[in-house]
């Protein structure tokens, strides 16, 4: 085999693929190599510094202090209906469930 045929079967290879990567098989099949990868990778992974339960404790802090802003901003910390104020069963929801019936008025 000669370099110029060796280089054509190269690039021939490459285009295939490429084709395949871009068909949705092909995509599927790189999601789940990239998930076990990464699975394999944090199993391996030897860094003392992590700790699953802090990530999970930070994103809960940060997600708390996210929901007390727009809290603050659409309207305090407080029930408009009965005036509770006990942060952690408070929600927020459109008046008198209205959301939808705007969004279809809308569009």
Known sequence: ?????????????SDAQSRYLT???GKLKHREH???Y???WRKRRKDADYNAEEKRR????????VREKA???????????????????LEINHINDGGRKALKIAV
């Open 1 to 13: 085999m000669t370099i110029e045929n060796l280089l054509v079967h190269i690039v021939q290879m």
């Open 38 to 40: 990464m699975v394999d």
């Open 23 to 25: 068909s949705e098989k």
């Open 34 to 36: 990239m998930r076990e």
């Open 58 to 65: 930070k994103w809960r802090e940060q997600h708390q202090k």
């Open 71 to 89: 809290m603050e901003r659409l309207g305090g910390k407080q029930c408009s209906n009965c005036g509770c104020d006990d942060f952690s069963i």
